[in-house]
């Protein structure tokens, strides 16, 4: 920032400071869930802090949530260039940011597990709303599966779908779905309608993992457990199984 300041362009310099994830281990995530590698509040809540002086009022803060595919389209905005002719999941805050508008519109937010090729839907967003559609098999809070041997073997659906409300339950810990089962319903369709618009990979994802439902076996509120995987010692199960 002095060297801005001292070469006179710290009127014409946009100054961003963000993260692309939540704490791994030796961090905090606070009161959320889940930390970095989940698409858990924990894992993907951020801080964004934005300096443009003389364009953007200083010691502002706001609670509407954002992306950062949010970004290019606002930077674009603001330098006065055009995107490329395709398809963008980020919206334009530059109006929001410079005061202009004290509202962001933006639909539904998909977000995509933390895997080699980021294919796989866990989740997705709308207002207020998250509705989680699936859990990998693995420890939730560990996923190296760059080399590892602990990361997520695989990906099903939720047999029960979880709905979370961000703005009163931050930490994820109350699933909301049987008390607002339009809202589920919504969002699902707002799924149905999006995904044809990605690439070849994440449509092909999306197919497999609707044909991998969780096990019946998996409590209420559980991470799924896969079908195949034997009853055994420590493991629960449904009473009606019980002998």
Not at 89 to 96: E, T
Request: glycine share 10%; aromatic share 8%.
């Amino acid at each position: 920032m002095k060297a801005v300041e001292r070469n006179g362009l710290d009127e014409d310099t946009i100054l961003i400071f963000t993260s692309d994830h939540g704490p791994w281990f030796q961090g905090c995530p606070g009161p959320r869930r889940g930390r970095k590698g989940t698409t858990f509040e924990g894992g993907v809540r951020i801080p964004f802090i934005i300096r443009w002086k003389g364009t953007i009022a200083s010691g502002r803060v706001v609670d509407k949530w954002g992306s950062n595919l949010d970004v290019v389209p606002t930077i674009a905005s603001f330098c006065g260039a055009d995107l490329p002719n395709r398809q963008y999941d980020g919206v334009n805050l530059s109006k929001f940011l410079t005061g202009k508008t004290s509202s962001v519109e933006r639909g539904t937010m998909l977000y995509f597990a933390v895997t080699p090729n980021q294919q796989i839907l866990e989740c997705a967003r709308k207002g207020n709303w998250k509705l989680r559609i699936s859990q990998h098999t693995g420890e939730i809070y560990i996923n190296d599966w760059i080399g590892g041997t602990c990361g997520p073997s695989q990906h099903i659906l939720l047999p029960r779908p979880e709905l979370y409300n961000l703005e009163r339950d931050p930490a994820e810990s109350y699933d909301a779905a049987i008390d607002h089962p339009e809202v589920v319903k919504e969002i699902q369709q707002d799924i149905e309608a999006m995904i044809p618009s990605f690439p070849p990979n994440v449509v092909k994802a999306y197919a497999e993992l609707k044909a991998n439902p969780g096990s019946p076996m998996t409590p209420p509120g559980a991470a799924p457990r896969p079908a195949s995987l034997l009853v055994g010692k420590g493991m629960w199960v449904p009473p009606s199984r019980r002998s």
